[in-house]
């Protein structure tokens, strides 16, 4: 492998993958930096069905048609009410939205990326960017080898932590403080294949089900009020018998519950998406809350936007970045808004910590 590229990519999930694929169509050089030597087990995740043009323009859209991935047509909430509410997706345009196994959507990713001929660093750990007047230069390493990578690019692909933009002392602004508790659970026979969510008082349930009678189960709350791990297990199964609905649906073991992990699942953002010569995409640059259904989609979007951008800058088109800042901030305009009205909705626990503070937040957004 060369050290000499146009374009480094550091982070290999859905936005650093769609970068690649993006910037393949252009023949650009470039590499993939990544500190996992393989594709690691992640939440689940849906797509919704209005997700399908952008897969489609990418050229991943057959990557659905596999048995992992399970077509779904409709989510059921509570949420605002103690109405349960059904919406269907069987009447849109883009009928059924999918499922994802993330873990095996994003091996498909890499097995593309693969397939062109990009330079692929995996295991290797970022160290430090240079950001030099005419190239930007990253130091990589794995075990005992280092390695000096040189570009006139480098895209931030790492997620929330956003580690390029962190070693060039660009900072992400933490908008709120809202936290989720994750754990998978076997259940005892299939259930429906729909996204389940339920508002209760101290957050909201989020189930999502895989191939197999596996489900992904997530709480969200605020990190004010996350018990101690020795407390954790009282703490979830307390959240879990205030729902209506969703405790029909799972009775979690034991090992199940103390199986979990945390992790941040508020707004994040920097104060601009892109720098002289470098570029974020997906959480690295706007991290959503997962109620909004952003998610996988707007990684992949952002990737594939932030794949053209370079590509024109490479050009010589000078106001590229700029009309990328354009399509960020824009969608995160109509999130934010989108944002305000979900959480205004649950009116239900005017005394809850939760929904005091997080209508709080989301309004000061």
């Not at 692909?157 to 962190?166: D, I, L, M, P, Y």
């Not at 969510?197 to 089900?209: H, K, Q, R, V």
Request: proline share 4%.
């Amino acid at each position: 492998m060369q050290n000499s590229y146009q374009v480094i990519i550091v982070g290999a999930g859905p936005a650093g993958l769609a970068s690649s694929l993006t910037l393949s169509t252009y023949n650009i050089p470039h590499c993939i930096v990544d500190a996992n030597t393989n594709s690691v087990l992640k939440l689940g995740d849906s797509l919704p069905p209005n997700a399908k043009p952008l897969l489609k323009q990418l050229g991943i859209l057959h990557l659905l048609i596999s048995p992992e991935h399970i077509p779904y047509y409709g989510n059921k909430s509570i949420w605002g009410t103690n109405e349960v509410h059904q919406k269907e997706f069987i009447e849109g345009v883009y009928g059924s939205g999918f499922l994802l196994d993330r873990l095996h959507f994003e091996n498909q990713l890499r097995g593309l990326v693969k397939k062109n001929r990009t330079d692929f660093y995996q295991g290797y750990q970022l160290k430090k960017v240079y950001n030099h007047e005419q190239f930007v230069e990253a130091l990589i390493q794995k075990d005992t080898e280092s390695l000096h990578l040189k570009a006139k690019f480098i895209i931030d692909a790492t997620g929330r932590k956003a580690s390029v933009c962190r070693h060039l002392g660009v900072l992400k602004h933490n908008l709120d403080t809202q936290f989720t508790v994750s754990f998978w659970h076997q259940t005892a026979k299939k259930i429906p294949r729909q996204i389940w969510i339920e508002a209760t008082e101290n957050g909201w349930w989020y189930l999502s089900p895989k191939a197999t009678n596996e489900v992904n189960c997530m709480f969200f709350t605020l990190k004010d009020l996350l018990p101690s791990r020795k407390e954790m297990f009282t703490f979830l199964t307390k959240e879990l018998q205030k729902t209506q609905d969703i405790k029909t649906i799972i009775q979690p073991t034991d090992i199940e519950f103390n199986d979990y992990k945390i992790m941040a699942s508020g707004t994040s953002c920097l104060e601009k998406p892109f720098g002289e010569n470098w570029l974020a995409v997906g959480d690295a640059a706007f991290s959503y809350d997962p109620i909004s259904s952003y998610g996988i989609t707007s990684a992949l979007a952002s990737g594939f936007y932030g794949g053209h951008a370079i590509a024109a800058r490479l050009k010589d088109e000078e106001d590229a970045f700029i009309t990328y800042r354009y399509i960020i901030e824009n969608g995160a305009k109509s999130y934010l808004n989108k944002l305000e009205h979900q959480y205004n909705m649950e009116q239900r626990w005017p005394k809850s910590f939760y929904w005091k503070n997080r209508l709080k937040q989301v309004s000061l957004v």
